[in-house]
């Protein structure tokens, strides 16, 4: 199957419909030339409401953190957006609910395997850590992200850049002082040869 088929398939899917509140509005951004990959959870409320990838606080941190701008961030020939869950999943008891995993069951693989040019995945937060490392994510994501050097340079995991992890990230001085110049300057490497 090609990949703009696919991606049409994806648009138009409505399997987890009876337990989206806002109802279905997958939200992908995908390219055959992508060389980065961000895997987030899945996207939230505002997102759903714009159809925008991370067109967010959220979003903002993290573009940050990978030192570009959004004219490059959403710029499909170079940048894949692929969330473990399509859909924004609802709202929890402490924020977004996790992501629906008939998603990511059905199209993960497919969508995968038609990005061939991936130099980067970005996996922002425990679900996405959860399947893209498998049986090599640590117990838990503060762990995980601590290991970041055993999956470099292929895979860079994140904690998620929600404002919700200010707290995270005051505890964790050592993530933006040990990750980030590794992140962007891997990012602008990447760029450069696109």
């Keep these: 199957m ?3 088929q696919l991606v049409t398939e994806i648009r138009a899917c ?3 419909s009876p337990y989206l509140p806002l109802g279905p509005r997958p939200i992908i951004q995908v390219s055959q ?3 980065i990959l961000i895997v987030g959870q899945a996207p939230g409320s505002r997102v759903h409401e714009t159809g925008i990838a991370f067109n967010d606080p959220s979003g903002d941190r993290l573009r940050d953190w990978m030192g570009i701008d959004k004219s490059v961030f959403y710029d499909e020939t ?6 473990m869950g399509f859909c924004f999943p609802g709202t929890g ?3 977004d ?3 629906r995993p008939e998603c990511a069951q059905t199209w993960r693989d497919k969508l995968l395997q038609q990005l061939p040019h991936i130099a980067l995945t970005i996996v922002v937060g425990q679900y996405a ?5 498998k049986k090599q994510a640590k117990e838990n994501l503060t762990e995980t992200v601590r290991a970041w050097k055993e999956y470099a340079p292929l895979i860079i995991p994140l904690p998620h850049p929600s404002p919700r992890n200010n707290i995270w990230l005051k505890k964790n001085p050592w993530f933006e002082a040990e990750i ?5 300057a891997k990012v602008k490497s990447i760029l450069q040869t696109a």
């Design 180 to 184: 980030l110049s590794t992140l962007q």
């Design 97 to 99: 609910l996790p992501p």
């Design 33 to 35: 030339s992508a060389k």
């Design 2 to 4: 090609k990949l703009d």
């Design 14 to 16: 409505t399997l987890c």
């Design 78 to 83: 170079k940048i894949a957006l692929v969330p």
């Design 129 to 133: 850590q959860a399947w893209h490392l």
């Design 93 to 95: 008891q402490s924020g």
